[in-house]
């Protein structure tokens, strides 16, 4: 069984641009959620779809953003990108309960 | 809130030594505790879990037991390899926002030598 998938895997984008992220869920799993993993802060928890619709969200400012479409495929999106933006980003989807991660998304910003 | 402190690292043993990082938190109700690991350049692979009080979760040699009385998950392991050389993170499921929101601790890295 294919595990959970993100693209891009690296990613360099300039202060001010916008970035979209993709993840590709384990087949059958209908929850994705994701989670930003830096140095300083550690991971924290940003959001969680299930069905299409926002479950759950963490304390992110509202230039972060995400949808998940019908296929369960999620795609995060960051708006008006900041130096501290830089980070790891992990998706994980899940079905009855344990979360399963992708590799991540590597967000430099300059 | 809910939290989850690990103990520091990094972790550096010899080969065959016997593991301990220690995990405690801070949780209101009854949260489900989890260890992932996350070796470098990867994601994060769930080790093991445990959903109740006094559940002991185990695999690949580690185990982990769910102690309530004093809020903690730490991690053990018999004899490590270097293979085990990597990052572990204790994490407990945030119940206020559901099963899917994790809370992770900061992280311990463990370094094996030959």
């Known amino acids: 069984k294919a595990g959970v998938t993100q693209t891009p895997r690296y990613l360099i984008k300039t202060r001010g641009q916008q970035v979209t992220l993709s993840c590709s869920p384990i087949?059958?799993?209908?929850?994705v959620s994701w989670y930003q993993q830096t140095p300083g802060q550690g991971l924290q928890f940003l959001f969680e779809?299930?069905?299409?619709?926002?479950?759950n969200k963490g304390n992110f400012p509202g230039r972060f953003s995400g949808r998940q479409f019908s296929n369960s495929r999620s795609e995060m999106n960051v708006s008006t990108l900041e130096l501290g933006d830089s980070a790891l980003y992990l998706c994980?989807?899940?079905?009855?309960?344990?979360?399963?991660f992708g590799p991540g998304t590597r967000l430099l910003v300059l | 809130g809910n939290s989850v402190t690990q103990m520091e690292g990094p972790v550096t043993l010899s080969e065959e030594a016997f593991l301990t990082i220690n995990c405690t938190y801070t949780?209101?109700?009854?949260?489900?505790l989890f260890w992932y690991v996350q070796y470098p350049g990867e994601g994060l692979q769930l080790l093991l879990k445990a959903t109740k009080a006094d559940d002991k979760g185990s695999n690949k040699g580690f185990e982990a037991t769910y102690r309530k009385e004093t809020t903690s998950f730490h991690l053990e392991k018999g004899s490590v390899q270097v293979s085990d050389s990597a990052v572990y993170f204790c994490a407990l499921s945030d119940l206020s926002g559901g099963y899917n929101k994790l809370i992770f601790g900061a992280g311990t890295r463990l370094a094996v030598h030959p």
């Open positions: 994980a989807s899940s079905r009855e309960g344990d979360q399963y």
């Open positions: 949780a209101t109700g009854y949260p489900s």
């Open positions: 087949s059958g799993h209908r929850s």
């Open positions: 779809y299930f069905s299409e619709t926002q479950r």
